[in-house]
Structures are given as structure tokens and as C-alpha cells.
């Protein structure tokens, strides 16, 4: 059991670390201080329902499914197409947020909407929680749910770390050029990604 919760830990770790709308969006939240908690815990407990899926119904779901796959990728490329183009917008005219602290804050309703959008529009998301971590739990028969325990227990604290540690750098961004600059990255992220997902 401990060893399946080890591995479930360190695997969804791993796929979570990387830059992503969802990791770009947590961070951009975490320096503005607006709405952290509601966002990192969209955010983890999003992950645990799909991570749960993946573990215990991910074969049942893609043979009941076979189109769900493809329309989630053509929707995700799109709105990951618009969602990078704001950023760009944003970077082009700087002044929208250039404090983490003392910026308009925005109301909790669109702020998670655009939160769950990221997740659950995203066919990344569901490459990994679901069809990666799925497949491989079926290497732990007898202990899949501690997999998927030690697996959920990573979402929640990369997520509560990212969302809460990310004032540690609010010094940085105090200064307009660096909200730019995240917002350029930010914009090429989801430009590749979205690219990637439209190339196949």
C-alpha cells in the first residue's frame, strides 16, 4: 500500500510540475492574492475526481466514449488559442495588473470559471490524470486506491504550494515589466500548447 501511494505521489507530482494554463493561471492568482484559496482548491479537487476516474473507470469510459477524446482536443486547442491571445492583449497593454496587491480585484464567479475552463477544457489534463495515471495503476490491482490517494495528496499540496508560495515573488512583480513579460510566456505557452493539440 505504501508503495503505491509512494509511486501514485510522485507520478502526478511529476505530470503536474510543468507550466500549464492551469500552473499559469494558479500563479497568476497567487501573485495578485485574489481568490487563492477557491482557485487552488478548484483546482486540487478537480484533479482528484479526474485522477479518480482515470483509476478506476478510465477503460469502461473510452469504450463507452470513442468521440469524447478528439472533440476535447479540437475545444481545448480553441480556447487555449483565445486564452493566449488575451495574454498577449494584456502584455501589449500593460497596466491591468501591475501590482499583485492594490489591483482591481475581480468577483469569485468569473475568476473560477475561467479556473474550471482551464481545467477541464484542457485535453492535457485528461492525457494525464486520466489515460497516464489510469494506465498505470493497473500496474497496483490490489492497491488502487492508495495510488489514487497518494496521487490526489500531490495535487493538493503542488497546488496549495503554487497558489500560497507564489507572493513569495511578489517583490519581482511589483515592477510593470514583469507582469509583461509573464504575460508574453503565458501567451506562447498556450499558443504551443493549443499548436501541439491542433497538430496532432
Keep these: 500500500m505504501t508503495e503505491a501511494a509512494t509511486q501514485g505521489f510522485f507520478l502526478s507530482f511529476s505530470l503536474i510540475l510543468a507550466i500549464g494554463a492551469q500552473n499559469a493561471f494558479v500563479l497568476r492568482q497567487g501573485l495578485r492574492r485574489e481568490h487563492v484559496l477557491p482557485v487552488v482548491l478548484a483546482c486540487a479537487v478537480s484533479d482528484a475526481v479526474l485522477i479518480s476516474v482515470g483509476v478506476f473507470a478510465f477503460a469502461a469510459i473510452s469504450e463507452l466514449l470513442p468521440g469524447l477524446v478528439p472533440a476535447m482536443r479540437w475545444g481545448g486547442a480553441a480556447f487555449l488559442a483565445v486564452y493566449g491571445a488575451m495574454a498577449f492583449r494584456n502584455a501589449w497593454r500593460g497596466g491591468e495588473a501591475l501590482a499583485a496587491s492594490g489591483a482591481e480585484v475581480r468577483r469569485l464567479g468569473p475568476v473560477l470559471a475561467t479556473c474550471l475552463a ?8 485528461y492525457l494525464d490524470t486520466v489515460g497516464l495515471i489510469g494506465s498505470i495503476s493497473a500496474g ?6 492508495a495510488f ?5 495528496t500531490a495535487s493538493f499540496v503542488f497546488f496549495f504550494s503554487l497558489g500560497f508560495g507564489a507572493r513569495m515573488l511578489q517583490p519581482l512583480f511589483a515592477r510593470p515589466a514583469s507582469w509583461r513579460v509573464l504575460d508574453v510566456i503565458i501567451g506562447f505557452v498556450m499558443w504551443s500548447i493549443a499548436l501541439g493539440l491542433l497538430l496532432g
Excluded at 482551464?118 to 485535453?123: A, E, H, I, S
Excluded at 497496483?140 to 486506491?145: D, L, S, V, Y
Excluded at 489514487?148 to 490526489?152: D, E, L, M, Y
Aim: glycine share 6%.
Design 118 to 125: 482551464l481545467t477541464w477544457l484542457n485535453p492535457h489534463v
Design 140 to 145: 497496483f490491482p490490489e492497491a488502487r486506491p
Design 148 to 152: 489514487a490517494v497518494g496521487a490526489i
